[in-house]
């Protein structure tokens, strides 16, 4: 029941995110069993272009199409990483393709991940992971996509010599439970044995394929958010000590900032952009302004031009040496000020000065977690 409930959840990624998720452009249609590999030309993360007769001299060809962002698709990326590595000597080329046209991705679609879907950000994601196979983008144009019929991310399509499609579907029957079905690799040791696939097709599960159609859909989901409400509210020394505790079951990050303090401001809106992205999780973005208590409504003004919707105070202590004592002794007083609180108060990062945006992603979702069964961290 565990196993069909971790499936069931990850469905849901590909069918009910959103309504406009899963919609395909006109005359889409996926693969079908013996059909010919449609050719490409797309550019990789290593700077190279790459087209279906660059793995001529392939015995099989395994097209794996997958994506930064996608939950299910994290959780399978070392085991695509040992795909390519078991069957390299074999004579089987891996190359995998990132389907989504990352402006078409909500920000709250990116609540388990720290990149998106840009090219760039695949080059940061391939580096980080150490990819040794060809991670090429695709979401531009989307043409790969839409000649293989890629409904989601991970999904993978293998071919025989001839590159006639032999397997299409998943990698394995479980992202994060066990796994009680290899399909890819009885597909590929089937192959390679000259025997018949087993199984030829199998279903998918994970994040449905991010179609240009839907960039309408994230660009009215930011004028939304941008009419949220505003408020700010102040907060004495109690208030700031309670803060530190975190009673709450939410990872707080704090901003220590003020209206005076130009890097402060400058970062705002990678904040909201980043409360935007987890705050559907269990996580709060809070502001702390340092501005006099007669400055309230210029540092209201600041948050509302910022679009900053989250629980915002200006400091009602008494002094500034308290106010560092009631949040965080080890603050030495220069703003800006950033940290995460766990529940139950301990501090997991903490920067002083301006923020690093994608070393602050990452400090967060590795405490939240990439994939649907993850467990904070506390």
């Given at each position: 029941m565990r196993h069909f409930l971790a499936i069931f959840v990850a469905a849901i990624c590909v069918c009910t995110a959103h309504p406009q998720a899963s919609a395909e452009p006109p005359g889409f249609k996926s693969l079908?069993?013996?059909?010919?590999?449609?050719?490409?030309?797309?550019?990789?993360?290593?700077?190279?272009?790459?087209?279906?007769?660059?793995?001529?001299?392939?015995?099989?060809?395994?097209?794996?199409?997958?994506?930064?962002?996608?939950?299910?698709?994290?959780?399978?990326?070392?085991r695509i990483a040992k795909l390519h590595a078991d069957y390299l000597d074999q004579g089987v080329a891996l190359v995998a393709i990132s389907p989504n046209d990352p402006q078409a991705v909500r920000l709250d679609e990116l609540g388990y991940t720290d990149l998106g879907d840009s090219?760039?950000?695949?080059?940061?994601?391939?580096k980080e992971r150490k990819f040794a196979f060809p991670y090429l983008y695709d979401g531009d144009k989307q043409q790969a996509a839409q000649a293989y019929g890629v409904v989601a991310t991970p999904q993978v399509f293998l071919f025989d010599q001839d590159r006639k499609?032999?397997?299409?579907?998943?990698v394995d029957d479980s992202d994060v439970k066990a796994v009680t079905s290899h399909d890819t690799r009885n597909a590929l040791d089937a192959l390679l044995a000259g025997k018949p696939v087993p199984v030829e097709?199998?279903?998918?599960?994970?994040c449905s394929t991010k179609w240009?159609?839907?960039?309408?859909?994230?660009?009215?989901?930011?004028?939304?958010?941008?009419?949220?409400?505003?408020?700010?509210?102040?907060?004495?020394?109690?208030?700031?000590?309670?803060?530190?505790?975190?009673?709450?079951d939410k990872f707080l990050l704090i901003s220590v900032w003020a209206t005076w303090c130009g890097p402060c401001v400058a970062e705002?809106?990678?904040?909201?952009?980043?409360?935007?992205?987890?705050?559907?999780?269990?996580?709060q973005l809070v502001t702390l302004s340092m501005d006099e208590?007669?400055?309230?409504?210029?540092?209201?003004?600041?948050?509302?031009?910022?679009?900053?919707?989250?629980?915002?105070?200006?400091?009602?202590?008494?002094?500034?040496?308290?106010?560092a004592d009631s949040l965080?002794?080890?603050?030495?007083?220069?703003?800006?000020?950033?940290?995460?609180?766990?529940?139950?108060?301990?501090?997991?990062?903490?920067?002083?000065?301006?923020?690093?945006?994608?070393?602050?992603?990452?400090?967060?979702?590795?405490?939240?977690?990439?994939?649907?069964?993850?467990r904070p961290t506390k």
């Amino acid at each position: 029941m565990r196993h069909f409930l971790a499936i069931f959840v990850a469905a849901i990624c590909v069918c009910t995110a959103h309504p406009q998720a899963s919609a395909e452009p006109p005359g889409f249609k996926s693969l079908a069993i013996g059909d010919a590999a449609p050719e490409f030309k797309l550019p990789g993360v290593d700077g190279k272009e790459y087209t279906l007769r660059s793995f001529a001299k392939a015995r099989l060809l395994l097209v794996v199409f997958t994506c930064n962002h996608c939950p299910t698709a994290q959780a399978y990326e070392s085991r695509i990483a040992k795909l390519h590595a078991d069957y390299l000597d074999q004579g089987v080329a891996l190359v995998a393709i990132s389907p989504n046209d990352p402006q078409a991705v909500r920000l709250d679609e990116l609540g388990y991940t720290d990149l998106g879907d840009s090219f760039e950000d695949m080059k940061l994601r391939a580096k980080e992971r150490k990819f040794a196979f060809p991670y090429l983008y695709d979401g531009d144009k989307q043409q790969a996509a839409q000649a293989y019929g890629v409904v989601a991310t991970p999904q993978v399509f293998l071919f025989d010599q001839d590159r006639k499609l032999r397997y299409v579907g998943r990698v394995d029957d479980s992202d994060v439970k066990a796994v009680t079905s290899h399909d890819t690799r009885n597909a590929l040791d089937a192959l390679l044995a000259g025997k018949p696939v087993p199984v030829e097709k199998t279903r998918v599960f994970g994040c449905s394929t991010k179609w240009s159609e839907k960039r309408e859909d994230a660009r009215k989901s930011l004028e939304k958010w941008d009419q949220e409400k505003v408020e700010l509210a102040s907060l004495d020394e109690t208030g700031v000590a309670k803060l530190a505790k975190n009673e709450s079951d939410k990872f707080l990050l704090i901003s220590v900032w003020a209206t005076w303090c130009g890097p402060c401001v400058a970062e705002l809106p990678e904040l909201t952009t980043i409360n935007r992205m987890y705050r559907g999780r269990n996580f709060q973005l809070v502001t702390l302004s340092m501005d006099e208590p007669e400055e309230k409504e210029a540092a209201l003004k600041v948050l509302r031009e910022k679009h900053v919707a989250s629980l915002n105070y200006v400091s009602a202590v008494a002094t500034r040496d308290k106010l560092a004592d009631s949040l965080d002794k080890e603050w030495d007083g220069p703003i800006p000020y950033t940290l995460l609180i766990a529940p139950g108060g301990k501090i997991v990062y903490r920067k002083s000065g301006p923020i690093d945006a994608l070393a602050l992603r990452r400090a967060i979702v590795d405490v939240l977690g990439r994939t649907y069964a993850s467990r904070p961290t506390k």
